[in-house]
């Protein structure tokens, strides 16, 4: 039997950074969305970076002031080349890539395109519901 994917429990409807957005717009859609990451993406959707409220810490302890940052292109601060999963993955091997690798957000790519993400605690979520539904 074929457990739970990813397409079943993606968040398809999520902010996403174009590759000018600044540490402002990335702080803002985090706070609006109560989502602890972005993905930047191209025009045709395709994901480049990652962007997570760490990345955004760490360049503010480096460079000192929130502030100074606000305008600058949060790019440089992002993590490129986002490791990224098929939506017909199943949940628990999904969870296990972002275990191992330390991930908070994990894109779900079809064809190139950005289709949605999944949060860890998303995939702990479906996981539990998953067993603790009876099966019929």
Do not use: W
């Not at 395709?46 to 292109?73: C, F, K, M, W, Y």
Request: aromatic share 2%.
């Amino acid at each position: 039997m074929i457990g739970m994917t990813l397409r079943e429990v993606l968040h398809a409807h999520i902010p996403t950074l174009s590759q000018e957005a600044t540490v402002r717009d990335a702080v803002d859609k985090m706070d609006i969305y109560q989502f602890p990451a972005l993905v930047m993406v191209t025009p045709e959707l395709a994901p480049t970076h990652v962007v997570t409220e760490g990345d955004i810490v760490r360049a503010v302890q480096q460079q000192g002031n929130l502030s100074d940052l606000a305008t600058q292109t949060v790019r440089p601060f992002a993590s490129q080349d986002p490791t990224c999963a098929h939506p017909d993955t199943e949940i628990g091997d999904a969870l296990h890539i972002m275990l191992d690798s330390g991930l908070t957000i994990l894109p779900v790519v079809e064809e190139n395109r950005l289709i949605g993400v999944v949060l860890r605690v998303d995939l702990m979520q479906a996981m539990i519901a998953d067993r603790l539904t009876p099966s019929v």
